[in-house]
């Protein structure tokens, strides 16, 4: 019985939701200039907000599953603290977000954020044992809405490094994943394993609200703000994106995996470019 029910709401959700965020806006609000910022705006249209309820139903039904499934990520997560300089009247800018570790060796571990999550000077990384450790933004494309933040390994204690880990990943489609299939994303703005939220997969590849010039991964989720490039998983742990924005009513968008690696082995050979001229 339960099963039914779930399928019901998972059916009642994705019938009412439009191929794309940009169908939704022709169908809602003709005529505007849709340009939503990362987690939307409150102004919204009646079939918005019935929409979000059956989105808040479905994903309530699939959270049990989730908090089964999430921890065996948590090695994987970390919290990303970026901040200012204190200015003349001495206060402090902060932004608070999410990671995931993509790959570490000997002498670094290597974060993957969002380049919107990395606005000032200075950046601490806290990993899933609490460990607080300063970081280096090594890299950073707002085009894509990639960041890479470089950490010591050496000043990590051994037990740190033995209770951290890459994320596996790979592309949704690649993992096996379809419409309506469960995702989640985690909300590492509290600690690296505060929150991690069910979602449903709805387009591999949309074009970006926020920026008309990028395609993203589209999924359903009740995520807010601080998920912002935080690991977007199957339930098998596979890395698939990492939370980029949404428009406050359970559409989502995450930069897909591939994009991330890409934007990464570009940037090594930027590097290593460098390292030979």
Not at 130 to 137: E, F, P
Not at 259 to 269: G, M, P
Request: glycine content about 8%.
């Amino acid at each position: 019985m339960k099963k039914k029910i779930l399928a019901f709401l998972l059916a009642a959700c994705l019938a009412m939701i439009p191929e794309t965020a940009m169908e939704a806006q022709a169908a809602g609000e003709q005529g505007t200039d849709y340009r939503a910022p990362a987690y939307g705006t409150k102004a919204v249209a009646a079939e918005k907000q019935a929409l979000y309820e059956e989105i808040e139903k479905a994903t309530a039904a699939l959270q049990p599953t989730v908090d089964t499934v999430a921890p065996s990520t948590y090695a994987h997560n970390v919290k990303v603290d970026n901040y200012s300089d204190a200015d003349a009247l001495g206060l402090i800018y902060e932004t608070q977000g999410s990671g995931v570790i993509l790959t570490m060796d000997q002498n670094r571990i290597y974060v993957s954020t969002a380049a919107h999550c990395l606005k000032h000077v200075h950046t601490e990384v806290e990993f899933a044992d609490g460990t607080r450790c300063d970081g280096v933004v090594v890299y950073k494309n707002p085009a894509k809405d990639v960041g890479f933040i470089a950490v010591d390994a050496g000043a990590l204690s051994e037990e740190t490094l033995s209770a951290i880990s890459p994320a596996p990943g790979m592309n949704a489609q690649e993992a096996g994943k379809n419409q309506g299939d469960l995702l989640f994303a985690v909300n590492s703005s509290d600690d690296p394993n505060a929150l991690a939220l069910a979602g449903i997969l709805d387009q591999y590849s949309v074009v970006y609200p926020n920026n008309q010039m990028q395609n993203v991964l589209q999924f359903y989720s009740d995520i807010s703000y601080g998920s912002s490039g935080g690991a977007l998983y199957t339930p098998e742990g596979i890395w698939v994106g990492s939370v980029s924005g949404g428009d406050t009513y359970g559409i989502c968008w995450a930069v897909p995996y591939g994009d991330i690696l890409s934007e990464f082995n570009s940037w090594l050979t930027i590097v290593a470019m460098q390292q030979a001229a």
